[in-house]
Nanobody
Framework: QVQLVESGGGLVQAGESLRLSCAAS????????MAWYRQAPGKEREFVAR????????TYAPSVKGRFTITRDNAKNTVSLQMNNLKPEDTAVYYC??????????????WGQGTQVTVSS
């Protein structure tokens, strides 16, 4: 079955970095757009970053652009999120998500269980 397993979360101070990883299985990874979302306490889940099936294009939320970088390794079925210059407002549970590459603009049917990122001031 489809599995997305996030790792790499933790507690850091403002200005520090973290790298999140997501290991995918149970579907054809290189046919799927991959994305990261996050949900802070008391808030709705929000888009963070997205990368196309071949890594040729990426998109970021304005709040993280220039600080976060999404990458993928189709040989290892993994997607990563490098987060630099973290801010307290980046504190959230971060989720990995996948959708078929032809489903442009559609919902993400596959989700991981999330990994907690906490940034202290």
């Amino acid at each position: 079955q489809v599995q997305l397993v996030e790792s790499g979360g933790g507690l850091v101070q403002a200005g520090e970095s973290l790298r999140l990883s997501c290991a995918a299985s149970g579907f054809t990874f290189n046919r799927h757009t991959m994305a990261w979302y996050r949900q802070a306490p008391g808030k709705e889940r929000e888009f963070v970053a997205r990368i196309t099936w071949n890594g040729g294009d990426d998109t970021y939320a304005p709040s993280v652009k220039g600080r976060f970088t999404i990458t993928r390794d189709n040989a290892k079925n993994t997607v990563s999120l490098q987060m630099n210059n973290l801010k307290p407002e980046d504190t959230a549970v971060y989720y990995c998500a996948a959708r078929n590459r032809v489903d442009v603009g559609g919902d993400y049917p596959y989700w991981g269980q999330g990994t907690q990122v906490t940034v202290s001031s």
